[in-house]
C-alpha cells in the first residue's frame, strides 16, 4: 500500500515525496526526480547544504517509497 501524501506531517517531506512519486509515474529517471528533489528541498530549506539535503530526501525516499513505511522519520522541524 503507498502512503498518502497527507499522512505526512512536515510540508517540505510531504512535498518532496509527491514530487518523486509523480515525476517517477511519468518516466523521470530516478537519479533526475532524486536531483530535483534535492532540489526543492533546499527551495524549502535554502540554509541546508547540498550534502544534507541529499541525505534527508533519500532517507526519505527510501522510508516512503521503497520501504513503504508509515512511521516518522528524521528531518526539519517544519
Same mark, same amino acid.
Given at each position: 500500500?503507498?502512503?498518502?501524501?497527507?499522512?505526512? =506531517?512536515? &510540508?517540505?517531506? #510531504?512535498? @518532496?515525496? !509527491? =514530487?518523486? &512519486?509523480?515525476? #517517477?509515474? @511519468?518516466? !523521470? =529517471?530516478?537519479?533526475?526526480?532524486?536531483?530535483?528533489? !534535492?532540489?526543492?528541498?533546499?527551495?524549502?530549506?535554502?540554509?541546508?547544504?547540498?550534502?544534507?539535503?541529499?541525505?534527508?530526501?533519500?532517507?526519505?525516499?527510501?522510508?516512503?517509497?521503497?520501504?513503504?513505511?508509515?512511521?516518522?522519520?528524521?528531518?526539519?522541524?517544519?
Amino acid at each position: 500500500m503507498a502512503t498518502e501524501p497527507s499522512r505526512i =506531517a512536515r &510540508k517540505c517531506e #510531504r512535498a @518532496v515525496i !509527491t =514530487a518523486y &512519486k509523480e515525476l #517517477r509515474d @511519468v518516466g !523521470t =529517471a530516478d537519479v533526475t526526480a532524486f536531483n530535483s528533489c !534535492t532540489t526543492l528541498y533546499r527551495i524549502h530549506h535554502p540554509e541546508a547544504s547540498l550534502d544534507e539535503a541529499r541525505r534527508l530526501v533519500s532517507e526519505w525516499i527510501d522510508h516512503h517509497v521503497v520501504r513503504e513505511a508509515s512511521g516518522p522519520t528524521n528531518g526539519c522541524a517544519c
